[in-house]
């Protein structure tokens, strides 16, 4: 990739993929939960396929925030403080973008993506600290998801039209496709509409101008939901935007009952439109009948997101993995002993990992449960508890049991932790019968030791609000089967008895909370735990076909190529 003397970039790049939030190093604190995690995955996917991509999101100084529970599961939050200057390289470029009417300066640093073949691709963090800009504005790029509407959508302003505008200071001219993770960057379109009319101002934009930016955008929808979506007043869009940005969005059809809704604008303003598994598709189909939506179901990094022992077991059997994870189908050439030992191997990393972070001693020969999920209430993380006095009947008839909870809610989301505090008063219930542990401070590192070291995982969302769900998948790359509602991801991936097993056992499009927790507990007492103690070479089965039949598929690559032949071969 040649540099001009400047240390602009120059480069016929055909993808700019935007996200507000990126989880790409652990020592980044760059990222909430999936949709960072997801970021991460296709920027490194990328780089392993020799995709020519550029990732742009916002520096997060003060991270998303440290998570900190006492004795009862109280959560309290901590900016999560960090040093770009020891992990990013510093561009010299400056833009500006017009927020309330004021200039508001921009800098940028750069971390770099290292595929498997050598190949890189660059992410950019977009920064505000500057001494230029008032002590609000240099806030901008503090807090990721912090903050009111006002706050948010001056973010947005950042990412959207700043990350464009620094697109073009770097260099990057030939950007081909724009590829909007979730609504938050859509106002990428407005700098678009904008370099239509070569900056002469967007006061003459007519519908033309809309369809030509919609051939060059694509969308990933990733909220089932719409209360999820980023809206704001047409009073507020004025107020930050301008009257003359406002007009040229109403043009596009990007206004609904005097609301700029981010998912609305990403949807008129883009060419390819997808959710997120094959469930999400109808989902979104339903909620917007007028846009055609596809979907490239999720996927997860398999290199990354694979236990030390378990990569040495696929590099010993099939190498190729690395290069191309659909060799992960060949582990079902592998022994069930030999899926266990590196099994062994890496539940006893967590477990150390579990001592070392909460001070609790959990067994090596116990079954132990995993839920790692953001704390909110359609997760349902206290779903297992719903009867305790069943649970412990399971733990003494069918077998001991151990659970390890993870998780963080949004500071402002007092039903996520309500959800906390429910589930430390189970483990009190609990105590004397089955360990439950609850790590605070749920972060990257953290995932990569529950994903890999439990030995079920589970997940309990209320259906059809899960929109895939990714924590499973990276599961099923270490060997873990899922015990899963089925909504997202797990409606294609689950296959009873052979990846796992279902929570309920239709496809109904609404949760019935009460067969679901029936099911829950039949399948734990009856089927999952007893196969676990009592014929373990058939949970090795299972566990090996969750690798071969799981693992290969709902990978990053995979996905990325999906993008690649589906979504950004046909923009232009």
């Known amino acids: 990739?040649?540099?001009?003397?400047?240390?602009?970039?120059?480069?016929?790049?055909?993808?700019?993929?935007?996200?507000?939030?990126?989880?790409?190093?652990?020592?980044?604190?760059?990222?909430?939960?999936?949709?960072?995690?997801?970021?991460?995955?296709?920027?490194?996917?990328?780089?392993?396929?020799?995709?020519?991509?550029?990732?742009?999101?916002?520096?997060?100084?003060k991270g998303y925030f440290r998570q900190h529970l006492d004795e009862r599961g109280n959560q309290t939050e901590n900016p999560a403080v960090w040093e770009p200057e020891k992990l990013l390289e510093p561009f010299?470029?400056?833009?500006?973008?017009?927020?309330?009417?004021?200039?508001?300066?921009?800098?940028?640093?750069?971390?770099?993506?290292?595929?498997?073949?050598?190949?890189?691709?660059?992410?950019?963090?977009?920064?505000?600290?500057?001494?230029?800009?008032?002590?609000?504005?240099?806030?901008?790029?503090?807090h990721l998801y912090g903050g009111d509407d006002h706050y948010r959508l001056c973010q947005e302003v950042?990412?959207?039209?700043?990350?464009?505008?620094?697109?073009?200071?770097?260099?990057?001219?030939?950007?081909?496709?724009?590829?909007?993770?979730?609504?938050?960057?859509?106002?990428?379109?407005?700098?678009?509409?904008?370099?239509?009319?070569?900056?002469?101002?967007?006061?003459?934009?007519?519908?033309?101008?809309?369809?030509?930016v919609r051939h060059r955008c694509v969308f990933t929808t990733h909220t089932p939901v719409p209360a999820g979506f980023d809206k704001f007043p047409l009073s507020l869009a004025k107020q930050v935007l301008g009257d003359e940005a406002v007009n040229a969005l109403q043009t596009v059809g990007a206004f609904h009952d005097s609301v700029l809704n981010m998912?609305?604008?990403?949807?008129?303003?883009?060419?390819?439109?997808?959710?997120?598994?094959?469930?999400?598709?109808?989902?979104?189909?339903?909620?917007?009948?007028?846009?055609?939506?596809?979907?490239?179901?999720n996927g997860v990094h398999a290199v990354f997101w694979t236990s030390l022992p378990f990569q040495r077991l696929y590099d010993n059997h099939f190498p190729e993995w690395r290069n191309d994870n659909l060799y992960l189908r060949y582990a079902i050439s592998c022994s069930p002993d030999t899926i266990m030992e590196a099994h062994k191997e890496s539940k006893k990393d967590l477990l150390t990992e579990v001592e070392r972070r909460a001070?609790?001693?959990?067994?090596?020969?116990?079954?132990?449960?995993?839920?790692?999920?953001?704390?909110?209430?359609?997760?349902?993380?206290?779903?297992?508890?719903?009867?305790?006095?069943?649970?412990?009947?399971?733990?003494?008839?069918?077998?001991p049991l151990q659970i390890i909870y993870a998780g963080k809610a949004h500071p402002r989301d007092?039903?996520?932790?309500?959800?906390?505090?429910?589930?430390?008063?189970?483990a009190e219930a609990l105590r004397d019968t089955i360990p439950l542990v609850y790590m605070e401070e749920y972060d990257m590192a953290l995932g990569k030791y529950l994903c890999s070291g439990v030995d079920l995982w589970l997940n309990t969302p209320l259906k059809p609000?899960?929109?895939?769900?990714?924590?499973?998948?990276?599961?099923?790359?270490?060997?873990?089967?899922?015990?899963?509602?089925?909504?997202?991801?797990?409606?294609e991936g689950h296959i009873e008895g052979v990846t796992g097993w279902s929570i309920g056992d239709s496809s109904e499009p609404e949760s019935d909370p009460s067969?679901?927790?029936?099911?829950?507990?039949?399948?734990?007492?009856?089927?999952?735990?007893?196969m676990f103690y009592k014929q373990p070479d058939a949970y090795a089965t299972v566990m090996r076909s969750a690798i071969a039949i799981n693992g290969s598929f709902y990978n990053a690559q995979r996905m990325v190529f999906q993008y690649m032949k589906n979504a950004y071969i046909h923009a232009h």
């Not at 602009?8 to 960072?36: C, D, K, Q, R, W």
């Not at 678009?192 to 934009?205: I, N, P, T």
């Open 1 to 61: 990739m040649a540099k001009t003397m400047s240390g602009s970039i120059v480069h016929p790049l055909t993808v700019a993929y935007f996200s507000m939030e990126v989880g790409i190093n652990p020592a980044m604190p760059t990222y909430s939960g999936g949709l960072g995690m997801l970021a991460g995955d296709t920027l490194r996917a990328a780089a392993d396929l020799g995709v020519h991509m550029v990732g742009v999101t916002l520096l997060h100084r």
């Open 92 to 142: 010299t470029q400056r833009v500006s973008v017009t927020i309330e009417g004021r200039a508001v300066q921009l800098r940028a640093w750069s971390y770099v993506v290292h595929g498997v073949t050598g190949h890189t691709v660059p992410v950019i963090f977009l920064d505000t600290a500057l001494p230029e800009n008032s002590p609000w504005d240099q806030a901008l790029t503090d």
């Open 158 to 212: 950042v990412l959207g039209l700043g990350g464009v505008a620094m697109l073009r200071a770097l260099g990057y001219q030939k950007v081909q496709t724009y590829h909007m993770n979730e609504g938050h960057s859509a106002l990428l379109t407005l700098a678009l509409l904008e370099e239509r009319h070569e900056k002469k101002g967007l006061h003459d934009v007519v519908k033309a101008d809309g369809e030509a």
């Open 263 to 297: 998912t609305n604008l990403a949807l008129s303003l883009s060419r390819y439109v997808n959710g997120v598994s094959m469930r999400h598709e109808e989902v979104s189909r339903g909620m917007f009948p007028n846009y055609p939506i596809n979907s490239v179901t």
């Open 359 to 399: 001070g609790v001693r959990l067994s090596p020969e116990v079954m132990t449960i995993g839920f790692a999920r953001r704390a909110t209430a359609y997760k349902r993380a206290d779903l297992l508890f719903t009867d305790v006095e069943r649970l412990k009947s399971i733990a003494r008839e069918a077998g």
């Open 414 to 426: 007092e039903g996520g932790k309500a959800l906390i505090r429910r589930i430390f008063q189970a």
């Open 465 to 491: 609000d899960e929109a895939s769900g990714t924590s499973g998948m990276k599961a099923a790359l270490n060997g873990v089967p899922s015990l899963s509602v089925l909504d997202g991801w797990w409606v």
């Open 515 to 530: 067969r679901e927790v029936a099911s829950l507990y039949d399948k734990l007492g009856k089927v999952i735990v007893p």
